[in-house]
Structures are given as structure tokens and as C-alpha cells.
């Protein structure tokens, strides 16, 4: 089976969906084979959004990303990836709302930040991103 990380970010945390988005994680066929909640700060949060560190909107994003903790899965599931992306639906949660109703980001997000999940959007980041936060500590 694959591998995805999936992440509820902290609006999800704080608005309380945690519950309902591992319900419907559950109920579309995933295993949730890893779970950690973990506080981000400043530097992981670049890290992991290393990506955009040149966009305008990035030190937005690591405001938003550290404001709160986050819960982070390894979600298990035939073509895990791209299924996961399907299931929460498109970045701005506030045109999900209207083209994705049944999206998780259309019941949990607000706009085009708060978006409350995150998924890997390909296998390579998948990897790189389960890494990046369930690296096992090397045993001395
Ligand atoms: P994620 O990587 O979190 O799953 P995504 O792949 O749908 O989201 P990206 O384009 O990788 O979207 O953007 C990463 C995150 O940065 C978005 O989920 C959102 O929280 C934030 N973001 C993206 N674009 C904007 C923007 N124009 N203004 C504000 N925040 C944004």
C-alpha cells in the first residue's frame, strides 16, 4: 500500500474537527498508521514549507502554521497520494465550499490559507515529509 502524510493544521486543531476529519478518514479507507501532534515552530514550519519560503504569502503561512499545534498521520491506502489530495478537496477551502461540498477542506476551511489539512502532492514529498517528521531518532 502507499504512503501519504496527511496533516490537520491548527484552525482544524482549535475549531475542533479533529474527530470528524479522522471519522471521514476512516470511513473512505485509510489506516491511520502513525499519529503525532506536535507544536511547530518558526524554523520546522520553513522547513516543511521550504517550497514557498519565497512567496509573498510565507510569513504568513509560518504565522498561521505555528499558531497552534498541529496533528500529523501517515495514512495508509491503495494510491494513498492522490486520494488523500482528492478527499480534502482544493487549496482555497472557500471555493471548495462551492465546487467540493463533500471535501473535508469545504467542512473545515475557511479561505485560501486556512485551509485546516494538508496532504503530500506526490510520492517524493510524501516520503520526504513522513521523514521529516517520524524520522526515528538513530539508536547509539
Ligand atoms: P498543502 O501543501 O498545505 O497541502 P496545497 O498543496 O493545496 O496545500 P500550496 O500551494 O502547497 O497548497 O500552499 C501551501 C499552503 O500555503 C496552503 O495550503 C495554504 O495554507 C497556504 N497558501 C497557499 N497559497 C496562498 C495564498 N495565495 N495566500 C495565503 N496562503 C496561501
Redesign the pocket.
Given at each position: 500500500k502507499e504512503r501519504t502524510l496527511g496533516?490537520i493544521?491548527p484552525d482544524g486543531i482549535s475549531g475542533n474537527y479533529t474527530d470528524r476529519i479522522k471519522q471521514v478518514i476512516l470511513e473512505s479507507g485509510f489506516e491511520i498508521s502513525k499519529e503525532m501532534v506536535i507544536q511547530l515552530d518558526e524554523e520546522n514550519a520553513a522547513e516543511f514549507?521550504a517550497?514557498?519560503s519565497s512567496?509573498?504569502?510565507f510569513t504568513?503561512?509560518i504565522r498561521?502554521m505555528t499558531s497552534g499545534p498541529v496533528l500529523v498521520m501517515v495514512l495508509e491506502k491503495e494510491d494513498a497520494v492522490a486520494r488523500w489530495r482528492d478527499l480534502?478537496g482544493?487549496?482555497d477551502a472557500g471555493k471548495a465550499k462551492i465546487s467540493h461540498p463533500h471535501s473535508i477542506r469545504a467542512m473545515c476551511g475557511v479561505d485560501?490559507?486556512?485551509?485546516c489539512?494538508?496532504?503530500s502532492?506526490s510520492h517524493q514529498s510524501a516520503k520526504r515529509e513522513i521523514a521529516f517528521f517520524f524520522k526515528e531518532a538513530p539508536s547509539d
Open positions: 496533516m493544521k514549507y517550497e514557498h512567496r509573498s504569502f504568513n503561512l498561521y480534502i482544493p487549496t485560501l490559507e486556512k485551509n489539512v494538508h496532504g502532492d
